[in-house]
């Protein structure tokens, strides 16, 4: 969440900001006299306390006084805590501030491409079929199985199918594991841990929520992994903290249908590998950069066409700062798939789980947290699929791929 403190400070800086995120600043006022109102109580209860300290020293205080001093402050504690309650319930619905430097837009025409692909693999079919009929042609997916299990927005790979999306994900692992520290961690976390990233309470009716347990599917490992840092105070040279955490991913989707839900351009659960920073403030930009150097690797070593998406402030999520979609094409659906989203949150995420370093004046301020996709991998296999399909009808494996699939190409069983 952002800082309370800005709004009493910089009411006006503050919901200039948020209009760029297309927020209805207006809210911002409902904020700024909930903290007037409890800097008063404060106020109220200090004056109190003082008052009764010296009437005490006195000899003053009479037992009737005591009675009305004792009821006093637990009214004035409990519209306190009341207050500061409803605060935190409106500052959670408060998005990030954008960074100065991202493009102001609501429109999806405002966002900017930042870089696109100079070296890529061109596909080799004249006609390049959409990765669901290549799938069924050379036994890769089965949509029968996965929906007779799960019904719609599963996936279940086979045969070669199986082994490219292993392959994909073991691949992503070795290309990090020398910068990134590797963690495997639950699926499942409590609200407080979602509360810590932005996914609750906004955005509750986005995830699967387990029946009876205070227990939520995570929707990526940035979730547990930010949450495993949670109340932690790093020294200053601790810091930048990078980590890894592969895991499945669990999304309901609820708005998608029709074409967008063919083969695996929308799923509610997928695997993924995430990459996770803690850095201090001044070095938040450059650490960005490098992240999402870090998320193109893998694109760049499969040779996919890819752009790199700088979003407009209309269009990045509500935790960002400052968002990088990176996307590919697909040769078969003919349409670019966003793969990554590579973004700081500055210390939005920070301030709900209390993650700070000391500073070099010995003083404890909060962090800045990063994040980007690894590898998400239906996405990337579906272009993989289309892009290197044959003339044939067989499938070219990337040659970065071919140690962890163990073949250069992948044909029809006869």
């Keep these: 969440m952002i800082d309370a403190g800005l709004i009493l400070g910089k009411k006006e800086f503050v919901k200039s900001e948020l209009s760029k995120k297309n927020y209805n600043a207006d809210k911002i006022d409902e904020i700024e006299k909930l903290l007037l109102e409890i800097k008063s109580l404060k106020t109220d209860l200090n004056l109190i306390s003082r008052a009764r300290n010296s009437l005490s020293r006195d000899g003053l205080v009479s037992v009737e006084n005591k009675r009305i001093h004792r009821d006093r402050v637990s009214d004035l504690n409990k519209r306190l805590k009341e207050g500061e309650s409803r605060v935190i319930e409106l500052l959670y619905d408060v998005p990030n501030l954008p960074d100065p430097d991202a493009p102001v837009g609501s429109g999806v025409s405002c966002n900017k491409i930042v870089s696109e692909a100079q070296d890529y693999y061109v596909t080799q079919a004249p006609d390049p079929s959409p990765h669901w009929d290549i799938a069924e042609s050379l036994a890769l997916l089965s949509a029968g199985r996965s929906s007779k299990i799960s019904g719609p927005g599963f996936a279940m790979f086979t045969g070669f199918g199986a082994r490219l999306h292993r392959a994909l994900i073991n691949y992503g692992i070795a290309l990090h594991e020398k910068k990134y520290f590797e963690m495997i961690p639950p699926h ?151 793969v990554s989203s590579v973004g700081c949150f500055s210390d939005y995420q920070a301030r709900r789980a209390e993650i700070k370093y000391i500073d070099k004046n010995g003083k404890r301020k909060f962090a800045y947290t990063l994040n980007g996709s690894g590898i998400a991998v239906p996405r990337v296999w579906a272009a993989i699929v289309e892009t290197y399909q044959q003339a044939d009808g067989s499938v070219k494996v990337p040659d970065a791929l071919v140690p962890y699939v163990g073949c250069d190409k992948i044909s029809k069983i006869e």
Aim: aromatic share 10%; proline share 4%; net charge negative.
């Design 188 to 338: 499942l976390v409590t609200t407080k841990a979602l509360t810590y990233t932005g996914h609750l309470p906004k955005f509750s009716m986005e995830q699967y929520k387990c029946s009876g347990d205070d227990l939520w599917l995570i929707p990526t490992a940035e979730a547990p992994l930010t949450a495993a840092f949670a109340e932690t105070v790093f020294s200053a040279e601790e810091l930048p903290e990078r980590c890894m955490g592969y895991s499945l991913a669990f999304r309901r989707e609820a708005g998608a249908s029709g074409k967008g839900r063919r083969g695996l351009q929308r799923l509610h659960e997928f695997h993924k590998l995430e990459l996770l920073k803690i850095t201090q403030p001044d070095e938040a930009q450059a650490e960005l950069e490098d992240l999402l150097d870090d998320c193109l690797r893998i694109i760049k070593d499969l040779k996919l066409k890819y752009r790199v998406v700088d979003l407009c402030t209309g269009q990045m999520g509500a935790k960002y700062a400052r968002c990088y979609d990176i996307e590919v094409y697909s040769p078969g659906v003919k349409k670019w798939l966003e």
